[in-house]
């Protein structure tokens, strides 16, 4: 199977990416959409965690792990899907969360991560370098470019080409 961008709305945009802010490490990319618009899993895995406390930085967030250590991770929830649980099997467009803005949001997103666990620390990489192609037709929000003519613009970027 194919992964598949986590947000299924056409108004794909990247509203804050990855790396150094103002308020110190962004580890993942914010992703424009609605309170309650379908969040769905990337690829085939498993339910790992689900974060259920709203006043936590994370919010309402589901974790999810996939083949060869790889796990994403999907923050500022409103909401899960009824039945979800830990330890359930996921499909590419299985819908894990509802956009939101719960926990250390400034309005209804989706802030996703993925990486890998190293001696049991997770380890951030950046989704748009490291899930080449995913994000091709994704805005950049406050540009005209895409992530991919982004891409091709800073290909000898070495912190941007960064992969796991």
């Known amino acids: 199977?194919?992964?598949?961008?986590?947000?299924?709305?056409s108004d794909r945009v990247v509203t804050s990416t990855y790396g150094v802010r103002d308020d110190g490490p962004h580890n993942g990319v914010d992703l424009r959409a609605a309170e309650g618009d379908s969040i769905v899993s990337i690829?085939?895995?498993?339910?790992?965690?689900?974060l259920d406390d709203i006043s936590s930085?994370?919010?309402?967030?589901?974790?999810?792990?996939?083949?060869?250590?790889l796990q994403s991770r999907y923050m500022h929830g409103s909401a899960f899907p009824e039945g979800i649980q830990v330890g359930q099997r996921v499909e590419p467009g299985s819908v894990v969360m509802y956009a939101g803005g719960s926990g250390n949001s400034n309005g209804s997103h989706l802030h996703f991560e993925i990486g890998h666990m190293v001696d049991g620390e997770f380890k951030h990489v950046d989704p748009l370098i490291s899930l080449s192609g995913l994000f091709d037709d994704y805005k950049i929000k406050g540009t005209k470019h895409t992530v991919e003519s982004m891409l091709s613009d800073q290909q000898d970027d070495k912190v941007l080409r960064q992969s796991f």
């Open 57 to 69: 930085p994370a919010g309402l967030a589901v974790y999810i792990d996939h083949d060869g250590g």
């Open 1 to 9: 199977m194919r992964m598949v961008p986590p947000t299924l709305h």
């Open 43 to 50: 690829d085939v895995g498993s339910v790992a965690e689900i």
